[in-house]
């Protein structure tokens, strides 16, 4: 059963500006309603995993637990890689596709915009 909550850190549970220079020491202030979210999924036991790429950054680790400790969120398992127990992935990057059709079912893209006019049409 793919019962994990997978939760991008920055950009969706810290602000992130993509202008800034990155110091992987740093994490933006909390995006609080994103907070609220992680902590109520916590609190009715889902399971939830921060999915970041900085995990893949040698000492990112004591960073990020600090961080979440300081938002009350307890120590997640913090990781770069996906796994079959991952039901879902918040992620402010995101495009969500449909499985196994191709078919987009929601988020932003650059590269492929002629999906969006169908769907505002179909939400109408």
Known sequence: MKDTIAVDLDGTLA???PGEQYDPTKIG????PMVERV???IAE??????FTARAGES?????IHAW???QGIPDLQVTNKKHKEIGEIWD???VAVERNTGKVLGGKTMHDQ???DGAREAMK
């Open 29 to 32: 202030k909390p995006i609080k």
């Open 45 to 50: 036991g889902h399971k939830v995993v921060i």
């Open 114 to 116: 002629s999906w969006e």
């Open 39 to 41: 902590k109520r999924w």
């Open 68 to 70: 979440l400790r300081e």
């Open 92 to 94: 402010d990057r995101a």
């Open 15 to 17: 602000h992130w500006d």
């Open 59 to 63: 000492g990112s680790f004591p960073h």
